[in-house]
Nanobody, 123 residues
Framework: QVQLVESGGGLVQPGGSLRLSCAAS????????MGWFRQAPGKEREFVAA????????NYADSVKGRFTISRDNTKNTVYLQMNSLKPEDTAVYYC????????????????WGQGTQVTVSS
């Protein structure tokens, strides 16, 4: 079993930056594929980014590519999402996800999810 806890959300101005963290516990972190999703009010949950440390693979949604960077530190059992050049449309609850199949993470079918952290981009 894996437990995921997100942190780092908050209020930022358009064009600003924020770094989200997701701390994992319960199993060996380095064996899990990790991802970030977001959900805005009245909208479906949306894929943001995913990472496989062992394979050196990362994927990003077109809407965030070039602005967001996903990374992980296996010594700290933590995955990060660095968000730059933030836009109001980035406002959402951001969720961390984990699974032992990368395709499950990409498709939003991961077996483990965090509780989410709110990101608000507004003037």
């Amino acid at each position: 079993q894996v437990q995921l806890v997100e942190s780092g959300g908050g209020l930022v101005q358009p064009g600003g930056s924020l770094r989200l963290s997701c701390a994992a516990s319960g199993r060996t972190f380095s064996t899990w594929y990790m991802g970030w999703f977001r959900q805005a009010p009245g909208k479906e949950r949306e894929f943001v980014a995913a990472i496989s440390w062992s394979a050196g693979i990362t994927n990003y949604a077109d809407s965030v590519k070039g602005r967001f960077t996903i990374s992980r530190d296996n010594t700290k059992n933590t995955v990060y999402l660095q968000m730059n050049s933030l836009k109001p449309e980035d406002t959402a609850v951001y969720y961390c996800a984990a699974d032992n199949r990368y395709v499950s993470v990409l498709r939003g079918a991961a077996g483990y999810w965090g509780q989410g952290t709110q990101v608000t981009v507004s003037s």
